[in-house]
């Protein structure tokens, strides 16, 4: 078979030697098989790839991949991730990051969401255009036929080239992609990609990237065993025995959730996923897909998002949560920092609650029925400190972030205090302040 009296092989070989020409040869043949004519020019598995991406809803002329975090929490889970040790060789190899550099050195996790990008401030304004950031989804479902997820797909090397991206607005773009394997494993951890434009590869990418992905393994080796999902620490809950109880740790107040299994590492939470462990904390009967649904998203909610959600959950921390209804399985026990100081409250330790009490419950939600838990919780830890006469642990209170709009706490401390006691003085101050911006 030949294209415009060329052989098959020779026209393949004009990716390197005639980069536009080969760009060209390739629309062409993507017009017309999104169109629904075959082209011999597209290898059998590039068109399955596209047509499992249509299926999948992906649309060739809309680039906006999905976005699994946004840009900031993305770059905060990435410090956890186990192959956060790799990135400085990594950088060290394959980044280009001077005036002039082209390409951009990228890192997924092992489901395709971009955790990493090294490059030069040109590049990363490309890549920005095409919501080529920390977040995205780059996988097949996330954004259509790529490098990283035909690597994902097929579990070895690929690189595509100008059209053979099923997004039109990635054309202009080459891109060089392998798997990182766990080398204890031998299960994907991540991949890592070096893209850019497509007259800027050179036969030496695909080998420059297995070099980058054999280094990133060596080093890997050093740096212990690891969860299937590439975070370090201990063993995911579905790995324990029939019976036997894992214990699930969850950080739920202030503005930084985690979760941490049998006391290992803890893992950075998104406010999503800490908002959906702090709703199933919350009912023992558990919750359906529906309630959740709407719960977190109102009447807009829908089952199928909730379910990715659980996806991601376990993903994570293994099988800490069943399904129909959803609820945290019964070989998990579940601690949280908020029912630690509900526990001390229901004790009467109130000093102990006030103690363990650092911030409100997931300050950053502001999702309805997280809210009402929030502050439930407070007035609560309020209550029960007015209650104990205690001026130690009303001064305490009326000065922490938590109580500082407790004036019912600070009438009652300024009455044991009296009025020439300074400490009295510092909380009256405070309500003084708060009442004047509340009628300014």
Not at 43 to 50: E, F, I, N
Not at 247 to 264: E, F, K, Q, V
Not at 332 to 360: N, P, Q, S
Request: with cysteine; proline share 5%; hydrophobic share 40%.
């Amino acid at each position: 078979m030949r294209h415009g009296g060329r052989s098959i092989t020779q026209f393949a070989d004009l990716r390197f030697s005639a980069p536009a020409e080969y760009a060209r040869a390739l629309r062409t043949a993507h017009e017309a098989a999104v169109s629904g004519t075959p082209h011999p020019h597209l290898s059998p598995s590039l068109a399955k790839s596209w047509q499992r991406s249509l299926a999948l809803g992906i649309n060739p002329d809309q680039h906006r991949p999905l976005h699994r975090h946004e840009v900031s929490e993305a770059r905060s889970l990435s410090a956890g991730h186990r192959l956060a040790a790799v990135m400085p060789a990594l950088s060290q190899l394959l980044a280009d990051e001077t005036a002039t550099g082209r390409h951009l050195l990228i890192v997924t996790d092992h489901e395709g969401e971009v955790l990493w990008r090294v490059g030069s401030k040109q590049a990363l304004k490309q890549a920005d255009s095409l919501e080529f950031v920390e977040g995205a989804d780059w996988s097949e479902s996330g954004v259509g036929t790529n490098a990283i997820s035909e690597a994902l797909v097929t579990g070895a090397p690929a690189q595509l080239f100008s059209a053979e991206h099923l997004v039109r607005t990635h054309h202009d773009w080459a891109c060089t992609a392998s798997p990182i394997r766990d080398p204890l494993t031998g299960d994907v951890v991540g991949v890592l990609d070096v893209s850019g434009p497509f007259e800027s590869v050179t036969p030496d990418s695909l080998r420059l990237v297995r070099c980058g992905v054999r280094l990133a393994e060596e080093l890997l080796k050093s740096a212990g065993p690891a969860s299937a999902d590439g975070w370090p620490g201990s063993t995911p809950a579905g790995r324990h025995g029939t019976g036997v109880q894992a214990l699930l740790t969850l950080r739920l107040l202030g503005d930084a959730p985690s979760a941490a299994l049998d006391g290992g590492h803890g893992r950075p939470l998104t406010l999503r996923r800490a908002e959906i462990l702090a709703l199933l904390a919350s009912r023992t009967q558990g919750w359906s897909a529906d309630e959740l649904a709407y719960e977190l998203h109102g009447d807009a909610g829908t089952p199928a998002a909730i379910r990715t959600e659980m996806h991601r959950i376990r993903s994570a921390l293994g099988n800490v949560v069943d399904a129909n209804p959803y609820r945290f399985a019964p070989t998990v026990k579940v601690v949280t920092d908020a029912a630690t100081v509900a526990g001390h409250l229901r004790e009467g330790r109130v000093a102990e609650a006030l103690a363990a009490y650092r911030a409100r419950l997931l300050n950053r939600s502001s999702n309805l029925a997280v809210g009402f838990m929030r502050d439930e919780l407070n007035d609560a830890v309020g209550a029960s400190v007015r209650s104990s006469g205690d001026a130690r642990l009303m001064l305490q209170w009326c000065t922490s972030d938590m109580g500082s709009a407790d004036t019912a706490a600070a009438a009652s401390l300024a009455a044991l205090l009296g009025p020439q006691d300074p400490r009295g003085q510092l909380v009256s101050a405070r309500m003084e302040r708060l009442d004047r911006e509340l009628r300014a």
